[in-house]
């Protein structure tokens, strides 16, 4: 099956850094979407982005199918960018079938 | 996400005990999804739904029964439960005629299995 891979696997920034988080998949996917999860558990859609590039307030995201990996950038951190942040894609045939990677936990200090 | 509710949100129970844990949304999305965490893991598909009369299989649904009882809900049953079960089980429900196929998930429940 598809391959999902993330890093890196931590990140501890001062407040205010810049931050890129990458996930690399071994297969074209017709899915990708970029989930936080915060330190309370629970799962925030970031984007959904399986090519191209997206930007909302301080977060952008950006793939490259072709090549075959994401971006996640955070610029300016806050301390409740704290959390995990995952990457799923899915391989094909719009089941929804999301495999996730094993997340970048990432820890913002003030 | 606010519109997708589980419940019970935290459960402690014994090896061997049947337990269900519910999955509700007002999405009026067709697909609706059960995922299961361990930790520091991502997570891992469980079973699927495309709608009610629609039930399938995902990554690892041994050991896991499910039930559709109406668009809005979506059931997931340990029949007997067992210590490895112990996880953070997740909800999702997504529709795909929107363009994106984006997934929603509910806050999680919490189970653990003495």
Known sequence: GIQVEQSPPDLI?????NSTLRCNFSDSVNNLQWFHQNPWGQLINLFYIPSGT?????LSATTVATERYSLLYISSSQTTDSGVYFCAVERGGNTGKLIFGQGTTLQVKP | DADVTQTPRNRITKTGKRIMLECSQTKGHDRMYWYRQDPGLGLRLIYYSFDVKDINKGEISDGYSVSRQAQAKFSLSLESAIPNQTALYFCATSDPGAGENTQYFGPGTRLTVL
């Open chain 1, 54 to 58: 997206k930007q909302n307030g301080r």
């Open chain 1, 13 to 17: 920034l001062q407040e205010g850094a």
